[in-house]
């Protein structure tokens, strides 16, 4: 069974950092669009950034563009978001995802065939 578990998420003041990880269990994250997607309450779940693992491209949402970087160890089956200079409007449940192999990546949330749990984080004034 394919798993996808965030980490790192938690309470900070604004202009406060994060990392996040999400580890992937029973298939390789190689050649894969992975991505990061946040839910606010009571919004849609939106995309922030999109890397595909065979040779990185990534891509941010306006919203965290210049604050937010995505990496990811394909040796650890890990997925990273790196988040600098957080705001209040970045609170959220942040997903991570990934696409089907060799598939292009998207920000769309049916590009992605398997998810995370899902990991808090909360940026406070």
């Known amino acids: 069974q394919v798993h996808l578990v965030e980490s790192g998420g938690g309470s900070v003041q604004a202009g406060g950092s994060l990392r996040l990880s999400c580890v992937g269990s029973?298939?390789?994250?190689?050649?894969?669009?992975m991505g990061w997607f946040r839910q606010a309450p009571g919004m849609e779940r939106e995309g922030v950034a999109t890397?595909?693992?065979?040779?990185?491209?990534?891509s941010y949402s306006d919203a965290v563009k210049g604050r937010f970087t995505i990496s990811q160890d394909n040796a650890k089956n890990t997925l990273y978001l790196q988040m600098n200079s957080l705001k209040p409007e970045d609170t959220g449940m942040f997903y991570c995802?990934?696409?089907?192999?060799?598939?292009?990546?998207?920000?769309?949330?049916?590009?992605?065939?398997?998810w995370g749990q899902g990991t808090q984080v909360t940026v406070s004034s």
């Open positions: 890397i595909y693992t065979g040779g990185g491209n990534p």
């Open positions: 995802a990934s696409g089907p192999w060799g598939s292009p990546c998207s920000t769309s949330t049916r590009a992605y065939n398997y």
């Open positions: 029973g298939y390789s994250s190689s050649r894969r669009c």
